[in-house]
């Protein structure tokens, strides 16, 4: 059974940074694709970054592009998304989530999911 359980969330002051972690179990996860999602309150889940297991090919949406870092430790099979600088706009709850095969930006397209870690950023 695959598990995917994020940790690190909190209450930020504005300009700060953070680190999350997505410990990931039950499977291996060569050829899959590793997403960090935000959720705001009302809105759809937002792709933040992503990347592939076994290519280290990394994906970053525009909003965190030169304030973020997503990496993995196969060890651990963690994935780790660390940002920045951070902006109230950053707030919501952000989860881990996977796909077998290539990024997708599409939330549906992922079939394994964390619970969530909530991130807020206070200005």
């Known amino acids: 059974q695959v598990q995917l359980v994020e940790s690190g969330g909190g209450l930020v002051q504005a300009g700060g940074s953070l680190r999350l972690s997505c410990a990931a179990s039950g499977r291996t996860f060569s050829s899959y694709a590793m997403g960090w999602f935000r959720q705001a309150p009302g809105k759809a889940p937002t792709l933040v970054a992503a990347?592939?297991?076994?290519?280290?090919?990394?994906y970053y949406s525009d909003s965190v592009e030169d304030r973020a870092t997503i990496s993995k430790d196969s060890a651990k099979t963690t994935v780790y998304l660390q940002i920045n600088s951070l902006k109230p706009g950053d707030s919501g709850v952000y989860s881990c989530?996977?796909?077998?095969?290539?990024?997708?930006?599409?939330?549906?397209?992922?079939?394994?999911w964390g619970q969530g870690t909530q991130v807020t950023v206070a200005s």
């Open positions: 989530a996977a796909r077998r095969g290539y990024i997708s930006v599409k939330s549906d397209a992922y079939d394994y």
């Open positions: 990347i592939n297991w076994d290519t280290g090919t990394t």
